[in-house]
C-alpha cells in the first residue's frame, strides 16, 4: 500500500508542476471573475425588491408586463413566466432576495463542464504521455506491479477532477461573496421546478447540482482514461475523448428513433433528466441510468486494465 501512495504523490507532484495544470486554473478563475462583472445586472435588478414597498413593486411590474404582452405577442412565453413568479411571491407572502454569493454559484454551475473538459485531457494524456515522452519504461521497470501503477494514474485523475470541482465552488463562493455579500447561512429562493414554482434551498440546489454533475465528470474521466490506455499518443487520445464529449449528445439525438439508443452512454449521464421529469426515452428511470452507467464503468476499467497490463513496452 505505501508503494501505491507513493506513485500517487508521485502521479499530483508530476501533475501540478506542468504549466499546462495551471493554465486552466487561472482560465477558470479569469472566467469566475468575468462572470461576477457580468452578475451585476442581476444583482441591481433585484434591490428594488428590498424595500417595504416590495408588493406593490411586483404588483406593477406584473401590470406592466401585461400591457407590453398586449402590445406585443411575441413577448408572450418569459413574461408570462415572470409573471406567474412574481404572483407565486404575492401569493405566499415571500420577499424576493438580493443577489448574493450563494445565488452566484447556483447560477454558474455549468462551469462544471469546464471541469469535465480538463479532466477530460488529464485522464486521456496520464498514460499516453509516458509514452509520448519515453519515461514508460523507467516506471514499469520498478518492483510494482502494472496494476498498482494504474490505480494510481486512475485515483490521481479523480482527484484532479474533485480538486477542480472544489475550487470552482469556493472559489466562485469567495467572489460571490466579495461583488455581492453573503445573506444569510441558509438562502432560499423561487424556482421553477418540473412547471411549477417551489421555495427552495439554495445550498440543497447547489448541492444537487455539483453532485449530480461529479457523476458524469467520473464516467467521463473514465472514458479517457480508457482511451488514454489505448492508444499511445497523447494528442490522438485528448482528441477522440473531446470528440465523444462534445459529440455526445449529438449521437443520441441521432439514434432517437431506436429504442435502444437509451443504452447509450451519453442518454444517461445527464441525471437532471430525472430532475426535471423528462427522460429522453420511455422506461428509462434514476436506478435504470445508474445500472448502465455502472456496466460502462466496469468496461471501461476493464479494458484501461487489459491495454495496460498486457501491452509490450520492449519497442518503445
Do not use: C
Not at 74 to 79: A, E, K, L, P, S
Not at 120 to 145: H, Q
Not at 242 to 247: A, N, P, T, V
Not at 256 to 265: D, G, H, Q, R, V
Request: proline share 1%; net charge negative.
Amino acid at each position: 500500500m505505501s508503494n501505491f501512495f507513493q506513485l500517487l504523490v508521485n502521479e499530483q507532484v508530476k501533475l501540478y508542476i506542468r504549466k499546462s495544470t495551471w493554465i486552466m486554473y487561472i482560465l477558470l478563475a479569469v472566467l469566475v471573475l468575468g462572470l461576477a462583472f457580468l452578475a451585476n445586472f442581476a444583482a441591481e435588478q433585484t434591490e428594488k425588491y428590498q424595500d417595504e414597498n416590495w408588493k406593490q413593486t411586483l404588483q406593477d411590474e406584473n401590470a406592466e408586463m401585461k400591457q407590453q404582452m398586449k402590445e406585443d405577442d411575441m413577448m408572450g412565453g418569459f413574461t408570462s413566466s415572470q409573471i406567474e413568479k412574481n404572483n407565486f411571491y404575492l401569493e405566499h407572502d415571500i420577499q424576493p432576495r438580493s443577489y448574493d454569493a450563494w445565488q452566484f454559484v447556483m447560477e454558474h454551475k455549468f462551469l462544471l463542464s469546464l471541469v469535465s473538459l480538463f479532466t477530460i485531457i488529464v485522464a486521456a494524456g496520464i498514460i499516453a504521455n509516458e509514452f509520448k515522452w519515453g519515461t514508460i519504461k523507467l516506471l514499469l521497470i520498478r518492483p510494482i506491479s502494472r496494476t498498482t501503477i494504474l490505480a494510481s494514474k486512475y485515483v490521481s485523475v479523480l482527484l484532479f477532477a474533485l480538486f477542480t470541482l472544489l475550487f470552482v465552488l469556493v472559489f466562485s463562493w469567495i467572489v460571490g461573496a466579495l461583488f455581492f455579500g453573503v445573506n444569510g447561512a441558509d438562502p432560499h429562493i423561487v424556482l421553477n421546478q418540473s412547471g411549477e414554482y417551489a421555495h427552495v434551498s439554495i445550498i440543497s440546489q447547489i448541492t444537487e447540482g455539483y453532485g449530480l454533475q461529479l457523476i458524469t465528470l467520473v464516467m467521463m474521466a473514465t472514458l479517457a482514461f480508457m482511451i488514454s490506455a489505448i492508444f499511445r499518443q497523447s494528442s490522438l487520445a485528448i482528441g477522440i475523448a473531446i470528440f465523444l464529449m462534445l459529440s455526445g449528445n449529438a449521437i443520441v439525438s441521432f439514434f432517437s428513433e431506436y429504442n435502444w439508443a437509451k443504452y447509450i452512454l451519453f442518454a444517461n449521464t445527464n441525471m437532471n433528466q430525472y430532475i426535471n421529469g423528462s427522460p429522453l426515452f420511455e422506461g428509462m428511470s434514476l436506478g435504470f441510468s445508474i445500472a448502465v452507467l455502472a456496466v460502462y464503468y466496469v468496461l471501461f476499467m476493464a479494458i484501461a486494465w487489459v491495454f495496460f497490463t498486457k501491452r509490450d513496452v520492449a519497442g518503445t
